[in-house]
C-alpha cells in the first residue's frame, strides 16, 4: 500500500510542477521516489521512510534549488524597452498629454512619447530623456 502513497506523492508533486513550473515542487520527488523504494522492504518502517523524504527533500531545497535557480533561471535579460530607459529621445510630433499626443525616436525607433510633466509640451527637434516607460508610452522630460 505505501510504494502507491509514495507513486501519488511523486505524481502530485509532478501536476504542480506541470501547472507551475516555477520549481516550486520537484524538490519533494527525489524523496519521494528513495521512500517508495524503501517501502518495498517489509522490515523498514514508515517512520524510517518519512524520515528519508524529509531528508532527501531537506537537501534538494537547500542545496539544489540554489543551482537551479542560477542556471536555469538565470539572469534578467533587459528587453529592448528597457534599453531605451535613460536614453535621449528626438521629438519627432509634438508632445502634449492635455491633447494625448507625441512621438519620440530613440535609438532609431518610433515611440509614442508622454510628458512627464501633464502641463508642459515638447516641440518636434526638442531632446527629451527617457525616464520611464508605461505600457507602449515612452515618459519623457528635458
Not at 25 to 51: C, R
Not at 88 to 102: C, H, P, S, W
Not at 104 to 123: C, H
Amino acid at each position: 500500500m505505501m510504494p502507491y502513497i509514495w507513486l501519488g506523492v511523486v505524481v502530485l508533486a509532478l501536476v504542480v510542477e506541470a501547472l507551475t513550473f516555477a520549481l516550486v515542487s520537484m524538490w519533494f520527488i527525489p524523496g519521494a521516489l528513495v521512500a517508495m523504494i524503501l517501502s518495498f522492504f517489509p522490515p523498514i518502517a514508515l517512520w524510517v521512510q518519512i524520515l528519508v523524504f524529509l531528508l532527501i527533500t531537506l537537501v534538494f531545497l537547500i542545496f539544489v534549488k540554489p543551482l537551479a535557480d542560477k542556471f536555469l533561471i538565470g539572469k534578467r535579460t533587459p528587453t529592448n524597452a528597457d534599453a531605451v530607459i535613460g536614453e535621449e529621445a528626438v521629438v519627432t510630433l509634438a508632445i502634449d498629454n492635455i491633447e494625448g499626443k507625441g512621438q519620440v525616436k530613440v535609438k532609431g525607433q518610433i515611440w509614442t512619447a508622454r510628458s512627464a510633466d501633464k502641463d508642459i509640451t515638447y516641440e518636434v527637434g526638442e531632446v527629451l530623456h527617457v525616464i520611464a516607460i508605461e505600457g507602449v508610452k515612452l515618459i519623457c522630460k528635458k
